[in-house]
């Protein structure tokens, strides 16, 4: 399974509205990341995480907050978010890139979470 | 932090022509550097990689070159067809001791390729 499931595909949601992005992964990778993409525009780091532990907060506002309830589930929390917050929300996993292994750094992305925010 | 520049942004070429795309990093630490494609309304994909300790890896019609001296990298795409068109991140990071949690990973802006029949 070489799979990132990300749900819902798309959402809208009012400023006021909670809601929640899921994403899982099943290929025992320990770095779990959240990235934002604007139309025509490269992936933004959000967050990382590593063994389940936040180590990445790229300064991103509060109105989002991660979550890593285990080793296969990353989702991200939306509060209070603004209009300008609308993008696709990628989940993405990788094995850690380690000098001493061969394994790659791939990351392996979800298809996205289409958010707007009216 | 690093920053990655990345040239062209659009890039046009005819079916069977070679395509090249480079990128310049900042950081002398970066040891990382995969490429990217994302077709339209699709996730990322990784097409190949490079570490530091290997100046050039080909898979099959596509080739990264890296020269750590001048922190430039290069993707070369030869005998190129309609279904490389896409749009082509190039990304720097710098692999960590083992143990060490996983670093950044910084794009470039981005290559738009078309490749006409």
């Known amino acids: 399974d070489t799979e990132v499931t990300q749900t819902p595909k798309h959402l809208v949601m009012g400023m006021t509205n909670k809601k929640s992005l899921k994403c899982e992964q099943h290929?025992?990778?320990?770095?779990m990341y959240w990235y934002k993409q604007k139309a025509k525009k490269p992936p933004e780091l959000m967050f990382v995480?590593?063994?389940?532990?936040?180590?990445i907060n790229e300064s991103v506002p509060s109105r989002f907050s991660p979550e890593c309830p285990n080793s296969s589930l990353l989702n991200l929390h939306l509060h209070a978010l603004q209009p300008e917050d609308s993008a696709l929300y990628l989940c993405a996993s990788s094995h850690f890139l380690s000098k001493l292994d061969r394994r790659t750094g791939e990351l392996f992305f979800g298809e996205g979470s289409r958010l707007t925010v009216l | 932090g690093e920053n990655v520049e990345q040239h062209p942004s659009t890039l046009s070429v005819q079916e069977g022509d070679s395509a090249v795309i480079k990128c310049t990093y900042s950081?002398?630490?970066?040891?990382?550097f995969p490429w990217y494609k994302q077709e339209l309304g699709k996730r990322p994909q990784l097409i190949i990689d490079i570490r530091s300790n290997v100046g050039e890896k080909k898979d099959q019609r596509i080739a990264v070159t890296l020269n750590k001296t001048a922190k430039h990298f290069s993707l070369h795409i030869t005998e190129t067809q309609p279904e490389d068109s896409a749009v082509y991140f190039c990304a720097a990071s710098k692999a960590m001791n083992y143990g060490g949690s996983q670093g950044n990973l910084i794009f470039g802006k981005g290559t738009k390729l078309s490749v006409k029949p």
């Open positions: 950081d002398s630490a970066s040891n990382y």
């Open positions: 290929m025992g990778h320990r770095a």
């Open positions: 995480y590593s063994y389940e532990k936040l180590s």
